[in-house]
């Protein structure tokens, strides 16, 4: 019986997605695989405890150190070790213990830059979360510091070790979509007006370091807000300028990461913005609504964020559409869906993700410590994503439409400048 002939249009759609980075993954026949990694834990909230429980199913890794300055976090987190961490509320114990190999930090973002700089001039490698720092300055600091110190240093974009991410980037890179001239990546959902509420100032609970805490951040009143903690959210300090951007960092590098990885890491020629708090009463500072622009070299990108309705057309909260001449894309976490023009000889075709991304972000991390190689999200990688959402928070504030130096990393309208660093109260000041 013949056989029956394959479309080669689909042929050559899964050619192009099994072309994807193939080295994500950890198979453990690497020198010195048997050796176990020191690991200490740096913030443990949400985001650090769920870095641990993917961090601790690594057979070569043991968590020796977990370190918070907010005591019932600290606490918890230790508990999950079975008692077998030790617990600190001061990191610069972490990176004076020489048996500690590497550090994982989750703390909100402002500590980001500081604590990484740190630990590279401690001579460990290090997993710091997304979005790396909260100024542009700040990440060019902490790539410095990772080369200067030879240290691998991975960032919380875990989507770039998922399988189906990575070969959706590769269906865009081999031209099957056509000629893609527009992206759109965007955060949806329906939040009460009330959003967060408005709690007064007030004195800090008394298992609770704030000053701590607040570290290289201006000096202000406890504000439970401002801290954030809430058992069924993650912490809302990302509403505030001082410590982080809002969804534009929080969630857009997540989008614009992969936007960037698919498109070979180009940088945006030019920002524009427009935002504001147009639907929630609460104290956040940080916009509700907002659209920001970007000009890449051959394509434009859009992210939008908005709090006061759903997207009831596609059905999907958070995504990505590549859009192309031949066909479009759709990619979340959860599968990348190809969508062709009617005139179009391409096949639709939907592919599931197939991995744990965190998992697989962990184990990518140990290989390249154990090969000194540059990881899957390498610092400079998600330097370049978090100045691009950076920039659209810098187009926003200052109201100005950027255009972006890539070569002097700097914005070509020196008004725009004052935000792109910021003045880190002592002794929190970052030397490389």
């Keep these: 019986m013949e056989q029956p002939t394959q479309n080669p249009r689909r042929t050559f759609l899964k050619s192009a997605a099994t072309a994807a980075f193939t080295t994500s993954i950890f198979t453990g026949n690497v020198k010195g695989a048997n050796d176990r990694v020191s690991a200490a834990f740096i913030g443990v909230g949400r985001m650090g405890q769920g870095n641990m429980n993917a961090a601790m199913k690594q057979d070569h890794l043991v968590v020796s150190t977990i370190c918070d300055v907010y005591k019932p976090n600290l606490d918890k987190a230790v508990g999950m070790t079975e008692g077998k961490a030790k617990g600190v509320k001061d990191f610069r ?110 004195a800090p609970p008394a298992d609770l370091d704030w000053d701590l805490w607040l570290g290289p951040a201006p000096n202000r009143p406890f504000n439970a807000n401002r801290f954030g903690v809430d058992p069924k959210a993650f912490s809302h300090f990302r509403w505030f300028w001082d410590y982080a951007g809002g969804m534009m960092t929080d969630w857009g590098v997540h989008l614009l990461d992969i936007v960037q990885m698919a498109f070979d890491e180009k940088m945006p020629k030019a920002v524009t913005a427009l935002g504001g708090k147009f639907w929630l009463t609460d104290n956040r500072e940080t916009p509700d609504t907002l659209l920001v622009s970007y000009e890449y070299p051959g394509f434009l990108a859009t992210y939008e964020n908005r709090n006061s309705s759903s997207e009831l057309m596609t059905g999907k909260g958070y995504g990505i559409l590549f859009h192309g001449s031949k066909a479009t894309m759709f990619v979340d976490r959860s599968l990348y869906q190809v969508i062709p023009e009617k005139t179009s000889d391409v096949e639709a075709v939907t592919e599931k993700s197939s991995n744990n991304a965190n998992v697989a972000h962990w184990a990518n991390f140990l290989d390249c410590i154990k090969m000194r190689q540059k990881p899957n999200s390498d610092i400079e990688l998600c330097q370049r994503s978090s100045t691009t959402c950076l920039l659209g928070n810098v187009a926003l504030r200052s109201g100005l439409r950027l255009d972006w130096d890539e070569k002097k990393w700097t914005t070509v309208q020196p008004e725009a400048r004052k935000f792109l660093s910021k003045e880190d109260r002592k002794p929190w000041r970052i030397r490389v």
């Design 93 to 202: 114990e972490v990176l004076a213990d020489k048996s500690i190999d590497v550090v994982c930090i989750s703390t909100p973002d402002h500590w980001h830059a500081y604590m990484t700089v740190e630990a590279c001039k401690a001579g460990k490698d290090v997993y710091v979360e997304k979005p790396i720092c909260v100024t542009v300055d700040e990440g060019a600091k902490m790539v410095q510091a990772a080369r200067k110190y030879n240290r691998v240093v991975q960032a919380g974009t875990m989507q770039r070790s998922g399988v189906h991410f990575q070969k959706a980037a590769q269906i865009v890179k081999s031209g099957a979509l056509g000629d893609i001239h527009m992206v759109r990546t965007w955060n949806t959902g329906l939040a009460k007006k009330e959003g967060i509420g408005n709690p007064t100032d007030a």
